[in-house]
């Protein structure tokens, strides 16, 4: 069973910086494609960003485009997004998603096995 664990939400100014970090653990990491989304109050859940499961190729939505970068780093079990330039409409929890590697991209919720708690992430203007 494979079990996901998000860190490194927080608050921060327009225009800053954070990385999310995703432990992963209950199975072979390198199978696995990651996704990202987030999800504000009062709104459905969003795709943002995907990596696949050799870490070669990532996908983004429009919205995170030129801001976010999703990536991995298989020795250590662990998937990434970097979030610069945020803006106040980036404020939610964001969630990290596990699905067995695929040819295509996974980009909707139910595409996935697995996902985290969720993290907080809070831009102030």
């Known amino acids: 069973q494979v079990q996901l664990v998000e860190s490194g939400g927080g608050w921060v100014q327009a225009g800053g910086s954070l990385r999310l970090s995703c432990a992963f653990s209950?199975?072979?990491?390198?199978?696995?494609?990651m996704g990202w989304f987030r999800q504000a109050p009062g709104k459905e859940r969003e795709f943002v960003a995907a990596?696949?499961?050799?870490?070669?190729?990532?996908y983004n939505a429009d919205s995170v485009k030129g801001r976010f970068t999703a990536s991995r780093d298989n020795a250590k079990n662990t998937a990434y997004l970097q979030m610069n330039s945020l803006r106040p409409e980036d404020t939610a929890v964001y969630y990290c998603?596990?699905?067995?590697?695929?040819?295509?991209?996974?980009?909707?919720?139910?595409?996935?096995?697995?996902w985290g708690q969720g993290t907080q992430v809070t831009v102030s203007s």
């Open positions: 998603a596990a699905a067995y590697g695929g040819v295509s991209w996974y980009i909707r919720p139910e595409m996935y096995d697995s």
């Open positions: 209950g199975r072979t990491f390198s199978v696995y494609d």
């Open positions: 990596v696949k499961w050799s870490g070669g190729s990532t």
